[in-house]
């Protein structure tokens, strides 16, 4: 019934811009915040972003001011428009229920000259 579905993902210059969508089952609205993190080769996996059922949304320093969460709950979606890309963007980014324990399977961005 609980399931997370990340799409978007590609390759992009430095400055240019990309979205990216998670489809979450109906339930996962209702009941927790989605968010996006990103993990880099050899590096943790850090938080882009985060939004609850209400709104309210929450920013790592890295993407403040840049990156946009937002959700559409006739779609059961949650989205992360990402621009001013930088190569230090690049990573494989995830969208998660907080709280939840579930993940989506990821999609890969990668910001390259």
């Known amino acids: 019934q609980v399931q997370l579905v990340e799409s978007g993902g590609g390759l992009v210059q430095p400055g240019g811009s990309l979205r990216l969508s998670c489809a979450a089952s109906r339930s996962i609205f209702s009941i927790y915040a989605m968010g996006w993190y990103r993990q880099a080769p050899g590096k943790q996996r850090e938080l882009v972003a985060t939004?609850?059922?209400?709104?309210?949304?929450n920013y790592g320093d890295p993407v403040k001011g840049r990156f946009t969460i937002s959700r559409d709950n006739a779609k059961n979606t949650v989205y992360l428009q990402m621009n001013s890309l930088k190569p230090e963007d690049t990573a494989v980014y995830y969208c998660?229920?907080?709280?939840?324990?579930?993940w989506g399977q990821g999609t890969q961005v990668t910001v390259s000259s």
């Open positions: 998660n229920a907080v709280g939840s324990g579930w």
């Open positions: 939004i609850t059922s209400s709104g309210r949304t």
